[in-house]
């Protein structure tokens, strides 16, 4: 099933030659690759805007950009990719905007979850889920249980979510288990934490991308992220190639990491 995207079949994207004979992937180190992956896919409306077309058409190319990105890490074999496609702030956004990326949101499960199924692809969604409209939470639910068993690369999807937001729930969790006596506040660590975050089950981030040129977490995954490595960029979500996340896989390669440590001489 070889699927265009912009202009390119799924065939050429996975043998994209740079000089005629060297694949994209061919400078990555597979045995050393990261084991998370979270990416904060800004600057839609900034590539409208540049190209004189409305907001709409730039959140319509991020999607396209989305499905080259996870391509990529199907390819790879990289365990885990979170997405930030709508934080808990955005709800401040004009309505219709808001409207027209509930709209695409529904819009792209249905196009695409066949393709990631037969992908092996497990998809899971962050957020306040049960505040989305009732059709939406179906089609979430739906989703997920019908991948639930894929032991592919795990593909989660944050909507309506917050890094703060989700600490708090955490929080109140733990708090009423220990009021109840199901918890001892001499057992409240790391692992209690990880276990009542959206993210439970998963390995902390080891590599956040945020495209477009800001240099913040703007209140994504913040706990997950204590010892990511960043890679930024200017190029705006729509415009992120291929090439693109195998250059930022490929510098996460070169880093130094000590988690608080020494280096090992």
């Not at 593909?155 to 937001?165: E, K, L, M, S, T």
């Not at 390669?253 to 440590?261: E, S």
């Amino acid at each position: 099933m070889w699927k265009k995207f912009f202009g390119k079949t799924e065939q050429e994207l996975n043998e994209n030659r740079i000089d005629g004979s060297k694949s994209i992937y061919d400078g990555v180190n597979k045995d050393c690759l990261p084991a998370h992956v979270a990416i904060i896919m800004d600057g839609n409306g900034r590539w409208a805007q540049h190209k004189g077309l409305m907001r709409a058409a730039g959140h319509k190319a991020g999607v396209d950009a989305l499905k080259q990105i996870l391509k990529v890490a199907i390819d790879l074999k990289i365990g885990a990719l979170t997405v930030y496609a709508f934080s808990t702030e955005n709800w401040k956004r004009p309505h219709a905007e808001v409207d027209f990326l509930m709209r695409l949101f529904s819009e792209y499960l249905i196009k695409e979850i066949d393709e990631m199924d037969a992908d092996h692809v497990k998809v899971r969604f962050l957020g306040r889920i049960d505040e989305l409209s009732k059709g939406l939470q179906n089609q979430v639910e739906n989703a997920q249980m019908r991948t639930k068993e894929n032991t592919g690369v795990r593909f989660n999807i944050a909507v309506n979510y917050g890094g703060r937001d989700e600490l708090i729930r955490a929080v109140k969790i733990i708090a009423e288990q220990t009021a109840a006596g199901k918890l001892s506040v001499s057992h409240i660590d790391e692992a209690q934490i990880e276990k009542n975050l959206d993210t439970a089950g998963l390995p902390p981030v080891d590599l956040l991308i945020r495209t477009s040129g800001d240099m913040r977490l703007s209140n994504f995954l913040l706990w997950q992220s204590a010892y990511a490595e960043f890679w930024f960029t200017d190029t705006n979500w729509p415009d992120f190639a291929p090439e693109c996340f195998v250059e930022a896989l490929t510098d996460f390669q070169k880093r130094d990491r000590r988690f608080g440590g020494l280096k090992n001489k």
